[in-house]
């Protein structure tokens, strides 16, 4: 694919194929991804590549403890609730996804159902776990280059036709995943992706999110009218 092709094209991915993916495929994506800049080349990401029984593992036990109402345990920081158009956006998506699936507004059974394939990690076959060094807790610069390194791989997936969604449902449940995965305690889990080939069948894949307009995201300083 051009570049312009895959930036333009992606979409985010919430239903798969249960074919699996290559570990080789997933070698190359990962190789090409971590060329992301970073800090001062700090490169303080690391990925744990899941799938099989350690994910359904993984799944159950998100699962399980989200519905006994055990308290989430995310690892990484988490801000205040959107709020404003912030917020707006978050509800834009998921009437588009809603829609795309029939998910009526009081349908609470289908909305539950709809919640939980998050923290299911989406039932792809394929889920990467994105980690940081645990030494670089607190630094601005790190969540900001594993992002770049999180948005490098998902594209990097699309161009070699995969699919892919960055979800933080899937790491709720912080002990179920570092248990599961065999996470090293000098690491801090960040976000997951669930990976794998799309299926072109299932309705919310379709959905292309809104986006801002360049005027309204943009200011330019010194430059004519």
């Avoid at 990690?121 to 594993?146: E, H, K, M, N, W």
């Amino acid at each position: 694919m051009q570049f312009d092709d895959v930036i333009l094209g992606r979409r985010s991915i919430r239903g798969y194929k249960p074919d699996p993916v290559p570990k080789a495929l997933i070698e190359e994506i990962i190789a090409l991804a971590m060329r992301a800049p970073s800090s001062m080349n700090t490169q303080p990401w690391n990925f744990y590549v899941i799938s099989g029984e350690p994910l359904n593992r993984i799944r159950t036990g998100n699962t399980e403890r989200m519905v006994t109402g055990v308290p989430q345990s995310r690892e990484f920081r988490i801000g205040p609730p959107f709020a404003n158009q912030h917020r707006e956006r978050q509800i834009g998506v998921a009437k588009q996804l809603f829609a795309a699936m029939g998910i009526a507004r009081d349908d609470t059974e289908k909305r539950q159902d709809w919640v939980l394939r998050g923290f299911r990690q989406f039932d792809a076959p394929v889920c990467v776990i994105v980690t940081y060094d645990r030494v670089l807790d607190g630094s601005d610069d790190t969540p900001f280059d594993c992002g770049a390194v999180t948005n490098a791989l998902v594209n990097a997936a699309w161009s070699r036709g995969l699919g892919a969604v960055i979800n933080s449902q899937g790491i709720m449940q912080s002990p179920v995943v570092r248990e599961h995965a065999g996470i090293a305690d000098d690491q801090v889990i960040m976000k997951s992706i669930a990976l794998g080939w799309p299926d072109e069948s299932f309705p919310a894949n379709s959905v292309v999110s809104e986006r801002k307009r360049v005027d309204e995201a943009t200011v330019f300083v010194g430059f004519e009218s």
